[in-house]
């Protein structure tokens, strides 16, 4: 298996514009966590799915940020509009329900707004 | 709630060995783990230990897991540069799917 695939690995856009982030969580996995890391706040849950469905989004920041599944195999987060306070690297993963082996991690999208 | 905590940074001499310390708060945890955080990458899964375990050995890596007083460890013998890192535990609850992180340790290895 290819892993937690993330796309685009960096970002640079403008204040303003909108910015989606991707994901492909491994195959037969059944959940799909969207983190957000930075060194003054660590690494932060934003929203995760189970079977497609948001579960919790209690860690979306404001209305800017969206989270979508629209099916087992893909995943987006969009930004609209971004800010330069949204400059972070964005984390997925992804789990099969509560197996033992936790999450496996994508290797992020660092994202700069200007 | 749950609330997983670690020291910030540790500093160790390369050849020695590294403890890395843990503490949470949930006494339903079911399972704990350790990631490893290499620069520039995501978060790689190093162990993990059921929590009716106390210790559980991989290689170089011990984990030690004292349920009692909610404290969890990783040992790394025989400390090299590449363990340089930030290590985060963390713990799931129950059957949920969700981890609780902490705030992860720098580890930094010195010649």
């Known amino acids: 298996d290819a892993g937690v695939i993330q796309s685009p690995r960096h970002e640079v856009t403008e204040m303003g514009q909108e910015v989606t982030l991707r994901c492909k969580p491994i195959?037969?996995?059944?959940?799909l966590f969207w983190y957000r890391q930075t060194m003054m706040r660590g690494l932060e849950l934003l929203i995760y799915?189970?079977?497609?469905?948001?579960?919790?989004d209690s860690g979306m920041p404001e209305d800017r940020f969206s989270a979508k599944m629209p099916n087992a195999s893909f995943s987006t987060l969009k930004i609209q509009p971004s800010e330069p306070r949204d400059s972070a690297v964005y984390f997925c993963?992804?789990?099969?329900?509560?197996?033992?082996?936790?999450?496996?991690f994508g290797s992020g999208t660092r994202l700069t707004v200007v | 709630g749950e609330d997983v905590e670690q020291s910030l940074f540790l500093s160790v001499r390369e050849g020695d060995s590294s403890v890395i310390n843990c503490t949470y708060t949930?006494?339903?945890?079911?399972?704990l783990y350790w990631y490893k955080q290499e620069p520039g990458a995501g978060l790689q899964l190093l162990t993990y230990?059921?929590?009716?375990?106390d210790m559980k050995q991989d290689q170089r890596l011990t984990v030690l897991l004292n349920k009692k007083d909610k404290h969890l460890s990783l040992r790394i013998a025989d400390t090299q540069t590449g363990d340089s890192a930030i290590y985060f535990c963390?713990?799931?609850?129950?059957?949920?799917?969700?981890?609780?992180f902490g705030t992860g340790t720098r580890l930094q290895v010195t010649l």
């Open positions: 993963a992804s789990s099969l329900g509560s197996a033992p082996q936790g999450y496996t």
């Open positions: 195959s037969g996995h059944n959940s």
């Open positions: 799915f189970n079977n497609n469905v948001p579960i919790d």
């Open positions: 949930d006494s339903s945890s079911t399972y």
């Open positions: 230990i059921f929590s009716n375990m």
């Open positions: 963390a713990e799931r609850t129950g059957t949920a799917s969700k981890l609780t």
